[in-house]
C-alpha cells in the first residue's frame, strides 16, 4: 500500500502554525499540554477517515454531498452560508499564518532584503502555481523539505532527552493558567477543519466504482492513520524540543529567530539557516493546500465544478490567497498572526464536525458504509469536547469584550 491522501493532509497541517504554535506550547506551558496532542491526533484520525470514507465510497467531496443531501431551501441557504464562512473566510485567515510563516522564514535567510517584499513575492508565486495546475512537482520538493526539517526536530528531541517522567506526565488532561488559548490552537494546528474538504476532494476525484470499495476504504484508514500519527510525533517532538530550549527560561516572545535555538544542539550554527529554509518550505507548502481546500468547499457548496483546472475553482481559491496575501502584508505581530489563525480553526470546527458525521450517517448517501454504532458512540465525547473548548473561548471573547 502506497502512503496517499493521507499525506497531502500531514502536509497541510505542518506548517507555520504547527511549528510555531507546538514551540509556543513547549515554551509556556512546558510538557502540559501534551494531552492535547494526543487527543487532536485521534480525532483527527476518526474525523479525516469519515470524510476520505465519503469521498471513496460517493465519489462525492464534503461540500457537494452536503449540497445535493439537503432539500430544504432555507437550510441549504444556512448551509452554503456556514460553510463558505467557516471554510472560505477560514482558509484565507489561515493563509496569511501560511504567508506569514513562509516570509519570516525568506527574511532570516536574506535579512538584507526588504521584509515587506516578501509577502507579495510569495503570493504572486502560489497564484502562478494556483492557476497553471503544475504546482505538483514544486510542493513536492517543498515536502521533502517539511519532512526533513521534520526529522531534525524528532533527532534534536532525542539528543535533548526531555525527562521522561515529564513527558508522560503530559498526557494527564491539565489546563494551566492562561492556556486555554494554546489549547484551541493545538486543537485547531491538527483537527483544520479544510482538510475535510479537501481529504474528501482528492478522494472524490479518485473515485472508481469499479473498484472494490471495501478494500480502497480499507486502504485509505490505514493510509490516514499512519500519516497523521506521523503529523503528531512530529508536533510533540517540536513541542518537547522547545520545552527542554525554553521553558522557565526568559527567552521572550517567541519569534523564526529564537525557535532556531531548538536545533542548534543538532547543527549548530546552521541552525539559523536550516531552521528559516524549514519555515519557509512549511508556509509555501500551506499557502498552496489552503486555497485548494477553500475552493473545494466554495465550489461544492455553489453546485459549481471542483476540477483544479476549473476557471470558477482557480478564481476562488486564488482569491483566498490574495485574501490571506493582504492580511498578512498589515504589519501585525506574525507569530500573533498564525495563533489567530490557528485559534479561529478551533471555534469554527463544531460545524464542520457535526455536518460531516450527519453526512456518513445517511444510508441515502453513503449506502452500505454509513459509520458503525461504535464509531458514532466514540466521535460523541470528541465533538462534545470540541463544542465545551470553542464555548469557553467564545465566551472569554465576550467577556473580555464586555469588560
Known sequence: MRLGPGLLVTAAFIGPGTITTA???????????IWTLLFSVIATILLQSMAA????????DLASALRSTIQTPIFKALAVILVISAIGIGSAAYEAG???GASLGLQEILPSVNPLLWTPLIAVLGAVLLYTGKHKVIEGALIVLVVLMSLVFISTLVMAAPPLGEVLKGFIPSLPDNSI?????????TIVPYNLFLHSGVLAEKHDSSKNIDKVIKETNLDTGISITLGGIITLAILSTASVAFYGTDAGKISAANMAVQLEPLLGGMAHYFFAIGLCAAGLTSAITAPLA???????MLGW???????RFKLVAITILVFGALVASLGLD?????IFAQAANGLLLPIVTCYLVWLV???SVMKGYTNSLLLNLVIVPVILLIFGLSLYKLSNLIFSFLL
Open 294 to 300: 477553500g475552493a473545494y468547499a466554495v465550489c461544492g
Open 53 to 60: 470514507r465519503l469521498g471513496v465510497a460517493t465519489g462525492l
Open 181 to 189: 488559548t494554546t489549547v484551541l490552537a493545538l486543537i485547531g494546528t
Open 305 to 311: 465544478s471542483t476540477q483544479m483546472s476549473d476557471a
Open 98 to 100: 501560511n504567508l506569514t
Open 334 to 338: 506574525p507569530v500573533a498572526v498564525i
Open 23 to 33: 514551540s509556543v506550547a513547549g515554551a509556556n506551558f512546558g510538557f502540559a499540554l
Open 361 to 363: 450517517n445517511q444510508k
